[in-house]
C-alpha cells in the first residue's frame, strides 16, 4: 500500500513538471534603466538615472518606476531660474499587442514628482509635488535572448500645478509635456 502511495504520488509530480516545461512562458519579471534622466543629469554635471522593476502576465506588465532627474540650464528649465530637479515615482500598466513581452506596447498610469528649481539671484529654492496622469506607448525589441531595447514616448498631464515666484520670476509649469528616450531591459521567465 505504502508503495502504491509513493509511485501514485511520484506520478503526480511528474505529471505537474511535464505540464509546466509544456506551458507557455507567460509569467516574467524584468529590469529596466532609462537612458534619458542619465543623459540629461550629466549635460547638467549631476548624477541621475532612471529604473523600473516589472512583472508580466500574459499580455500585461505591471511596472513601478523611480527617476530623478536634473535639469540642463538654459534647456528645460524656464528663464530666470536654475537648479531645476525631478524626481518621480511612478505605477504603470502595460499591454503588449504580440506574445512573450516582445513588439509594441501602450500603458497608462499615475506618478507623483517631486519638484526644486532655483534661482541664479539667489540661494532660495522653490519645491512643490504633483500627481500626473501618464500615457505611453514603445516597442521592445529582443537582440539577444531576453535582453532588449525599449524606445518609447510618453505624455504626463499635470494634475496639479502651483505658481512658484522666486527673486520675482514667476513659472508655472505647463499642463502637459512629453518626452521620448530609449530603455534596456532584460528579464527572465519564472
Not at 21 to 32: D, I, K, M, R, T
Not at 170 to 186: C, D, F, H, Q, R
Request: glycine content about 12%.
Amino acid at each position: 500500500m505504502k508503495t502504491r502511495a509513493t509511485l501514485l504520488i511520484a506520478l503526480c509530480v511528474l505529471a505537474g513538471r511535464v505540464q509546466a516545461a509544456e506551458s507557455p512562458e507567460n509569467v516574467a519579471l524584468g529590469f529596466e534603466i532609462d537612458l534619458l534622466p542619465f543623459t540629461l543629469s550629466a549635460i547638467d554635471g549631476q548624477l541621475g538615472g532612471a529604473a523600473n522593476v516589472w512583472l508580466g502576465l500574459d499580455w500585461v506588465r505591471l511596472r513601478a518606476v523611480g527617476s530623478h532627474i536634473a535639469f540642463p540650464p538654459g534647456f528645460l528649465t524656464p528663464s530666470g531660474f536654475s537648479n531645476r530637479e525631478l524626481t518621480a515615482a511612478a505605477g504603470i500598466v502595460d499591454v503588449f499587442f504580440l506574445p512573450k513581452f516582445a513588439g509594441p506596447w501602450i500603458g497608462a498610469g499615475f506618478e507623483y514628482w517631486w519638484n526644486s528649481i532655483g534661482s541664479p539671484s539667489g540661494p532660495a529654492t522653490a519645491y512643490w509635488n504633483s500627481w500626473v496622469a501618464t500615457l505611453g506607448a514603445g516597442f521592445v525589441w529582443k537582440f539577444w535572448g531576453n535582453l532588449y531595447l525599449n524606445p518609447w514616448a510618453a505624455g504626463h498631464l499635470l494634475l496639479a500645478r502651483p505658481e512658484v515666484t522666486l527673486y520675482g520670476a514667476s513659472y508655472t509649469p505647463a499642463p502637459l509635456s512629453a518626452e521620448i528616450s530609449l530603455k534596456i531591459g532584460w528579464f527572465l521567465w519564472l
